[in-house]
């Protein structure tokens, strides 16, 4: 009996314009920085959710019990957001939001600098800034997944990418005592009120 399944074509060779290289280089490289930032989570996940060693009687040792029951007995932050991180997260988390404003947010959105729409090109060093980025580059990957829905890239550009760009680049943002023109450059990170603890009686 003969076979008379149909056979696979053998792929055909494509290739891929000069001018798509550049958007493959840059989705490339926000991929290998996100996977090294999961990597870091999990990792992080992980030494969270080792189970502690029961004790010789077959009960758990009371203090372990306690320190479970303690949030604040947590070993570092249950959050994603970058101002919840520290050392070596926050530093290749830091590294793949630069990745994303550098190559993506700014060729698009970027605009020109003015005394009422400053920036500055130190923006990693100034936190609000930090913190507001990378809230706006954890909406972008929600909401521009294909898991969003159509409408999905709108609503990042309503509900988040304009309000975020009225707060860092208005004239009192965290940008005030910064750039205004690229052939001044200025950089200064402005102070923020001290913390007023309370003294606690004795």
Known sequence: MSDTSPTTPDPVPFRVSDGDLDDLASVLAQTIAEVKRHGVILDHLGSEQSDPVPAADGQTDGATEAGADDPQQADGPASVFIVALGGE??????????????????????????????????????PEAVARLHALWLAWQQLTDTEAGLAGPSTWHRDHLDQALVHLRAPDGPFAACTTSPTRPNHRVLSTPAPEYAEVAA
Do not use: D, F, K
């Open 89 to 126: 997260a926050y530093a290749v988390e830091l590294a793949a939001l630069s990745n994303w404003v550098n190559h993506l947010l700014l060729p698009v959105y970027g605009r020109e600098i003015s005394t009422t729409r400053p920036w500055c090109a130190q923006w990693h060093e100034h």
